[in-house]
């Protein structure tokens, strides 16, 4: 049983940073919400709460594209 959301392709969001897929929303109890990897858990997920698709691309950027093939003033 699970209660995973696809977030609609009209929201933008990034990729996970670790294995490129599209990130779900785990709707757990309590009306609290995750946008998590639906790969692996320990890959990043939001702190339980709102929806908080801002917090995921924060921390999923860049990281999942080699960095080599860009501009060096971009710090990775
Ligand atoms: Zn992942």
Redesign the pocket.
């Known amino acids: 049983m699970n209660g995973y959301l696809t977030i609609p392709k009209s929201i933008y969001c990034k990729l ?1 940073k ?4 599209r990130p779900v929303i785990k709707a757990s109890e309590a009306g609290l919400y995750v946008v998590k ?1 639906p ?2 858990d320990r ?2 997920q939001t702190r339980s709460g709102l929806i908080d698709i801002d917090d995921w691309n924060r921390h999923n950027s860049v990281f999942y594209v080699p960095c080599r093939d860009f501009n060096p003033q971009v710090s990775c």
């Open positions: 996970c670790t294995c490129g897929a990897c790969t692996d890959h990043y």
